[in-house]
């Protein structure tokens, strides 16, 4: 069976340092990726897609960045936090182009920026 | 772009009873429409879908409906119970890429025993 792993699972930060998260999922192969971000009491805002290795495709202009060194390795990172990029950050998995469309995230990170 | 939005944002219900969420979308071509259960500190995590095709689905006490002409959908629990208790998301999408879903702002359920 198919699983995901996000870690840390929480982080504190200050304002101005480097973020690194990763995303890793086991059981598929070619996988989409996505990270996604929620805001407290608010749905999910996707940031960033992936349908391969180094393809990445980005939602919203922000603070951060994506990459996708390995097939199942996906990552968020930021060069200097903001405040405004607290949030709790998901991973999510679909099956790739022309799978099925069902959606799994992975247990999310909890980013608390200082 | 798509525009998805969730109502009511809070839900208490005795147990036993029905709760219904309801979510309208703007994008006539979006066809993939998940609901999601979230638990406190985790991720979300499917628990129902329905496409353009089907008007009505259901798994035991879990229904979702789907207007295409009114554009909602709506996500319909029977007989609730306290572990129904979570926030739950609507999401709309098109296929073949679902995973770039548009989401609700949640509605959070309480199951009062």
């Known amino acids: 069976s198919q699983t995901i792993h996000q870690w840390p699972a929480t982080l504190v930060q200050p304002v101005g340092s480097p973020l690194s998260l990763e995303c890793t999922v086991e059981?598929?192969?070619?996988?989409?990726l996505y990270w996604y971000r929620q805001a407290a009491g608010r749905g999910l805002q996707l940031l960033f897609y992936s349908v391969g290795i180094g393809q990445i495709s980005s939602e919203v202009p922000q603070n951060l960045s994506a990459s996708r060194p390995q097939d199942r390795q996906f990552i968020l990172s930021s060069k200097k936090l903001l405040l405004s990029d607290s949030g709790f950050y998901l991973c999510a998995w679909s099956e790739g182009t022309g799978g099925a469309d069902e959606q799994y995230f992975g247990p999310g990170t909890r980013l608390t920026v200082t | 772009g798509e525009n998805v939005e969730q109502h009511p944002s809070t839900l208490s219900v005795q147990e036993g009873d029905s709760a219904v969420i309801k979510c309208t979308y703007s994008d006539s071509a979006s066809n993939y429409f998940p609901w999601y259960k979230q638990e406190l500190g985790k991720g979300p995590q499917l628990i129902i879908d329905i496409r353009s095709n089907v008007g009505e689905k259901k798994d035991q006490r879990i229904a979702v409906t789907l207007n295409k002409t009114a554009k909602h959908f709506s996500l319909h629990i029977t007989e609730t119970q306290p572990e129904d208790s979570a926030v739950y998301f609507c999401a709309a999408s098109r296929t073949p890429n679902a995973g770039k879903s548009t989401f609700g702002d949640g509605t959070t359920l309480t199951v009062k025993p």
């Open positions: 059981g598929t192969s070619n996988p989409n």
